[in-house]
């Protein structure tokens, strides 16, 4: 069997420390990388809620338009009936 030496023992702890470092450097990166991809992840995430709520305003002015229509339609429609009976015109 080996000796266990001093020597040996200090190479093992430079080896298990280089270890250590390689270890840490690739975690660092890791997480590097992870809050990057989650910035671009909020980023499409802000973008994806502005179209939302721009969607939302479209279709608020749509239905706005909408019920401005109908009421035209339906002061139109009481104007005829009103035209109608001066005329003395009976429905068909």
């Known amino acids: 069997m080996a000796e ?3 020597e040996l023992i200090y190479k093992l702890m430079l080896d298990i420390q280089a270890e250590q470092k390689a270890i840490r ?3 660092e ?3 590097a990388d992870i809050r990057a ?4 992840l909020s980023a499409k ?3 994806i809620a502005d179209s939302m709520v721009s969607m939302r305003k479209q279709m608020d002015d749509q239905t706005t338009s ?3 229509i109908a009421v ?3 002061e139109h429609s009481h ?3 009103r035209i109608e009976k001066k005329l003395d015109l009976a429905h068909a």
Do not use: I, K
Not at 37 to 40: S, V
């Open 37 to 40: 991809e989650q910035e671009a």
């Open 72 to 74: 035209a339609v339906d």
């Open 29 to 31: 990166q890791g997480f």
């Open 45 to 47: 995430v802000g973008t």
């Open 25 to 27: 450097a690739n975690m």
């Open 4 to 6: 266990v030496s001093n």
């Open 79 to 81: 104007r005829l009936e």
């Open 66 to 68: 909408t019920r401005l």
